[in-house]
């Protein structure tokens, strides 16, 4: 059951960061849902995760994982996107929050091993990867690069499918994945492949954790 102060807050980030405009499909740019993003980086605050971390958003989109982990008060929070269209709208979201001092975005790709942060910090990765389905392996390059971060925890959207393999990913990384929850994760059509208007994909809202 999703708070009435999520609800509120939803509402708010839903019309300060808009959906990815034009998503590429070889990026697999899926917008995370607003009440979605607030109910990870919630779980995040309630795990008393939050007000010490530096908050890494993965694959950030348009940002609404950050913007909702700095909205409940994390300190700061770095986006890392591979789009540079989109940093202008993450900037001017996080303004019109009154967040802006505490994002950083960066335009970067990130690889298993490449990528513009260094370990040794205390991160908490918040990542809505790709699924891997236009890029097979696209999901494990940005889940290994997040864990090589030796974060508190990184919480990620996973297709359900894929959830076997992501834990045996886990445990040879020296963690271990817990499953928080099962949504249907929407995908209004925005690409030229898509045949229906909205299709929802099952996903596993899970965290790392060091085991």
């Known amino acids: 059951m999703v708070s009435m102060k999520i609800q509120s807050l939803a509402a708010i980030l839903e019309k300060a960061a808009p959906p990815i405009p034009e998503p590429l499909r070889d990026l697999e740019q899926y917008t995370t849902p607003s009440e979605l993003a607030l109910s990870i980086a919630q779980h995040a605050k309630l795990s008393g995760l939050l007000d010490e971390s530096i908050v890494v958003d993965l694959g950030a989109g348009t940002c609404r ?27 001017e ?84 994945l817990e499953v928080l929850w099962r949504r249907l994760f929407p995908i209004p059509a925005s690409m030229e492949h898509h045949e229906s208007r909205i299709r929802r994909v099952e996903v596993k809202i899970v965290y790392f954790q060091k085991a």
């Not at 994982?65 to 900037?91: F, S, T």
Request: with cysteine; aromatic share 10%; net charge positive.
């Open 93 to 176: 979201a996080a303004e019109t929050l009154g967040l802006g001092e505490r994002l950083q975005f960066i335009t970067s790709l990130v690889l298993r091993d490449e990528g513009p942060l260094a370990p040794g910090y205390n991160y908490l990765v918040l990542s809505n990867p790709p699924f891997g389905v236009w890029r097979r392996g696209a999901d494990t390059e940005v889940l290994l690069y997040g864990l090589k971060l030796k974060p508190l925890r990184m919480y990620a959207i996973l297709k359900a499918s894929s959830l076997d393999y992501h834990r045996g990913l886990a445990l040879k990384e020296g963690y271990r």
């Open 65 to 91: 994982l950050a913007l909702a982990a700095l909205m409940l008060g994390a300190p700061k929070a770095v986006a890392v996107e591979a789009d540079y269209r989109l940093a202008k709208l993450c900037v």
